[in-house]
């Protein structure tokens, strides 16, 4: 089982960068493939980006690729959300999500452990 926090956060003008992490805390990290997930005000959460746990495979929604890249160091078991030009529909509470030894998915069900989320507001 792990625990998950997400920071990084935070207001962002139009074409701006952030980079969102996610740190996790227990055992076998290496095992989970991990999501982000995010969820703007009156929309249902949905899935941005994940990164596998075997190969490191990685998968983004059509809307953020070539914009966002997902990574993750299993030795600080930390996975990184890097964002680049920022727009306003981007606005949202980003999650990230665990789930162990599944195949990367952007199904929410499928994760077993969830983050509280960060805000990341876009707009001038």
């Known amino acids: 089982q792990v625990q998950l926090v997400e920071s990084g956060g935070g207001l962002v003008q139009p074409g701006g960068s952030l980079r969102l992490s996610c740190a996790a805390s227990?055992?076998?990290?290496?095992?989970?493939?991990i999501g982000w997930f995010r969820q703007a005000p009156g929309k249902e959460r949905e899935g941005v980006s994940c990164?596998?746990?075997?190969?490191?495979?990685?998968f983004y929604t059509d809307s953020v690729k070539g914009r966002f890249t997902i990574s993750r160091d299993n030795a600080r078991k930390t996975v990184y959300l890097q964002m680049h030009n920022l727009k306003p529909g981007d606005t949202a509470v980003y999650f990230c999500?665990?789930?162990?030894?599944?195949?990367?998915?952007?199904?929410?069900?499928?994760?077993?452990?969830w983050g509280e989320g960060t805000q990341v507001p876009v707009y001038s």
């Open positions: 990164i596998s746990s075997s190969d490191d495979s990685t």
């Open positions: 227990g055992s076998r990290f290496d095992y989970y493939v």
């Open positions: 999500a665990a789930e162990a030894l599944g195949p990367c998915s952007f199904a929410r069900s499928g994760y077993d452990e």
